[in-house]
């Protein structure tokens, strides 16, 4: 997205904007948020309230007026967000930011989304496609009663197309793209590397990593696997550059039964892990409706783009998800006999239609590796990958019915907790997982290829309820019991690190509550982090005069990703610089071919501790004469550049993690075009937490919602975000909550009472 936004052309928009018309326009395109309409769609009266966040109330007769009232409000306040994610994942981006968006829409439309999106639509269940109806209807008549157009659409000198039923699919084919492509990619890395350094060097950079918390407390074993030998050549040839650090998107949730907290209801802790931008992700919402008699009320958060919520409770049960990192994709080897098709796409851009060929196998889109072609088989393109019975979480009475309702669920595969009001809890891996029961992180033949069991969505999945211990955890890491971790495979899991240490504070506990709760989201002690200090501090220490400030700062770090912490500034950034160094030789010959270590970079821990344990001397550029002196060179270069970047004196005291972290939660548009910052960002915010610990934060990525609760005691309930409702930087509800989040203060889960409300009659 950075590449797309640098081709923008501002034109006479930045003008407008930067002039004395900036606030008419803004003004112009506020949402009216109180009165009555008049509109067609629903069938019976619908109510739209506004709290002081912001958050959209909604009280309708049954679930699909209740969907056309929310289709209404995330058309008011965050269309420009919802014309994204349509476009991310049909590859039609090029159409708003011009030719600079067309490789990124040429790599989407491989998957051809927008087609499956349609094909779904015909198979849904008549209430399904009836709530998708009026929630497209609802959108619509918001987008038609914009006085002028969103200030996005003015910048870039375009016009918002009307939303369609497909839509709302690729809004969640789009969160595919976010959670899986990781997956996707590392086995393609996996399959070079495999053909360029041998199957050694791939079992090498994927050993188990000792850090191990599933639920059962199985545990695989360590492998012992021989330091590969690098080439004299390779290591002549390789340059070091930095491999992104491949942020973890996903989420960190936890529960109790009701036998560990007062009230005897179970409670959940739920923080979901994402890029953090303007708007922000989600957005408040209660729903308020009727189903087969009953008076349903769901509070929670939904995704602008799909009538769901995503994560909430409804009273009786609440529900929340981490990305569950399970292997979902297969890369299949193609002889020259394969049948190869070629579908013509067309990008529209503002300079003309693009056209080019994709091309498909029975398998999938097929890529080329090497000199060798591949087809992609992944889940996301399997008919059973997106539907709307999330929603059915919404009327569920208890956990047992909740877990019955959900068990086809279209989603990219989760980690969900539920929890209920009569004290249970349980687990279990939810979404579009295939029933093929070998998966592999390297290509299959043809041959091996399970055609019948990859149409057919998984049945064989495990449930964890109500365990012995009483207590539930995900964080991204192996949540299955080893057993079942050769039945669903490895998708790319993050570091055990957050996983264990979320573990052993429930452990340490036998009563909670939702503060007890709310402290355990913001944990953001170094335990991780506990030996790369240690090795950094021993490193500097056999030249202690060389390094005494520096020493100084690592003796007094406080073992916490803490604002005030320089310690931890040095050892992280020491870290990443030393696994860029090591791994130099194979990113320089995967960065010939597009490719990176970014979606492996977190499963060389066990790797690199291994090199800097038996320190073979061909992975030890020529140029150092023992690894000691090479470290301390790393350590010299990280440190440069830090002072460099942050501080004008060359002052390690200026090297605190909250400044070199600090949270910068900005709109596309300012990342590019700093003029706009002030008006569009949100103030910037002392870094607290990192990668490794359950308070994760970087400068731009971590808990995209804090959410808390005990259903049936949604009044003590949290639901923080970094972000306020609306996507008008002069509304009052665009940064409103925001301050919450940065102070690490809860804000109330259920909404406060209407400062705005809107009645919406049938036409």
């Not at 289709?71 to 014309?83: E, I, N, V």
């Not at 011009?98 to 040429?106: E, Q, T």
């Not at 959410?707 to 002069?730: D, K, T």
Request: one cysteine or more; aromatic letters at 8%; glycine letters at 8%.
């Amino acid at each position: 997205m950075k590449k797309i936004l640098k081709g923008l052309a501002l034109g006479t928009g930045v003008l407008a904007l930067a002039g004395a018309s900036t606030y008419g326009l803004l003004w112009a395109n506020l949402p009216s948020l109180d009165g009555k309409l008049r509109l067609s769609g629903p069938r019976d009266p619908v109510t739209l309230a506004r709290d002081e966040l912001g958050t959209a109330i909604i009280h309708a007769n049954d679930r699909a007026d209740a969907a056309f009232a929310l289709g209404f409000a995330h058309g008011q306040d965050r269309f420009f967000q919802m014309d994204l994610l349509r476009r991310n994942a049909a590859g039609e981006l090029s159409a708003l930011f011009g030719d600079a968006a067309l490789p990124l829409d040429r790599k989407h439309r491989s998957h051809q989304f927008r087609k499956r999106a349609a094909a779904v639509i015909d198979k849904l269940a008549p209430p399904a496609r009836e709530v998708l109806r009026l929630y497209t209807l609802g959108v619509n008549a918001a987008l038609d009663a914009q006085k002028i157009k969103g200030f996005e659409y003015l910048l870039i000198n375009t016009t918002p197309e009307p939303w369609s039923e497909e839509d709302s699919l690729l809004a969640i084919y789009s969160m595919y793209l976010d959670l899986q492509a990781g997956t996707v990619e590392r086995e393609q890395v996996l399959t070079y590397i495999q053909q360029s350094f041998g199957q050694s060097m791939v079992d090498f950079i994927t050993q188990t990593d000792p850090l191990q918390a599933a639920l059962d407390g199985s545990t695989l074993p360590l492998s012992h696997v021989p330091v590969p030998t690098l080439p004299e050549a390779l290591m002549q040839q390789s340059v070091r550059t930095v491999i992104e650090q491949d942020q973890v998107v996903g989420s960190n949730n936890w529960a109790v039964t009701g036998e560990l907290t007062t009230s005897g209801h179970a409670m959940l802790s739920d923080d979901m892990h994402l890029s953090l931008n303007v708007p922000v992700i989600w957005y408040r919402t209660q729903l308020n409706y009727q189903s087969d008699g009953d008076d349903i009320q769901v509070t929670g958060v939904s995704l602008p783009g799909a009538p769901a919520i995503v994560v909430g409770t409804n009273g009786h049960i609440a529900w929340g998800f981490t990305n569950g990192y399970i292997d979902t994709a297969d890369w299949v080897i193609l002889d020259d006999k394969t049948p190869v098709t070629q579908v013509n796409e067309t990008l529209k851009s503002p300079t003309g239609d693009h056209n080019f060929a994709v091309s498909v196998s029975d398998y999938g889109p097929v890529t080329q590796i090497g000199d060798q072609n591949y087809a992609l088989s992944w889940v996301a393109h399997q008919p059973y990958a997106v539907n709307m019975e999330l929603m059915a979480l919404e009327t569920a009475k208890n956990v047992d019915s909740g877990l019955a309702a959900t068990e086809r669920t279209g989603i990219p595969v989760q980690n969900m907790l539920i929890v209920d009001s009569q004290g249970n809890a349980a687990w279990r891996l939810t979404g579009a997982i295939p029933a093929r029961s070998h998966p592999s992180s390297l290509p299959i033949s043809e041959a091996a290829y399970p055609t019948a069991q990859w149409q057919a969505q998984a049945g064989d999945v495990p449930v964890v309820k109500n365990p012995e211990h009483q207590r539930l955890w995900s964080a991204n890491s192996r949540v299955v019991s080893a057993e079942d971790n050769a039945r669903f495979g490895n998708g790319g899991y993050a570091i055990g690190s957050r996983s264990v240490q979320i573990r052993d504070k429930l452990m340490a506990s036998d009563s909670f509550n939702e503060s007890d709760f709310m402290a355990m989201q913001l944990d953001n002690r170094a335990i991780f982090m506990t030996r790369w200090h240690n090795l950094l501090l021993a490193t500097l220490k056999a030249q202690p005069q060389q390094f005494a400030d520096d020493i100084r700062e690592l003796e007094q770090w406080q073992a916490c990703a803490c604002s005030e912490s320089v310690g931890y500034t040095l050892v992280s950034h020491f870290r990443s610089q030393l696994i860029d160094a090591l791994f130099a030789p194979i990113q320089t010959s995967l960065a010939k071919e597009n490719m990176s270590l970014r979606r492996l970079k977190r499963d060389l821990e066990p790797a690199i501790w291994q090199l800097l344990e038996q320190q073979p001397q061909d992975w030890l550029p020529g140029e150092y004469k023992d690894w000691q002196s090479w470290m301390q060179a790393i350590y010299i270069d990280t440190r440069a550049k830090l002072l460099a970047k942050y501080s004008d004196k060359g002052r390690l005291t200026d090297l605190n993690w909250g400044k070199v972290n600090a949270l910068k939660i900005q709109h596309p548009f300012s990342r590019q075009f700093p003029q706009l910052s002030w008006l569009l960002d949100m103030p910037v915010v002392t870094g607290f937490g990192g990668s490794f610990e359950p308070a994760v934060q970087t400068k731009s990525f971590g808990a995209s919602q804090r959410f808390i609760v005990q259903p049936g005691r949604e009044q003590h309930g949290i639901m923080s975000i970094p972000g306020g409702q609306s996507g008008n930087p002069i509304s009052q509800f665009y940064r409103r909550g925001f301050d919450d989040y940065a102070n690490h203060r809860g804000t109330p889960l259920l909404p406060g009472a209407p400062v705005h409300t809107m009645t919406i009659q049938p036409l």
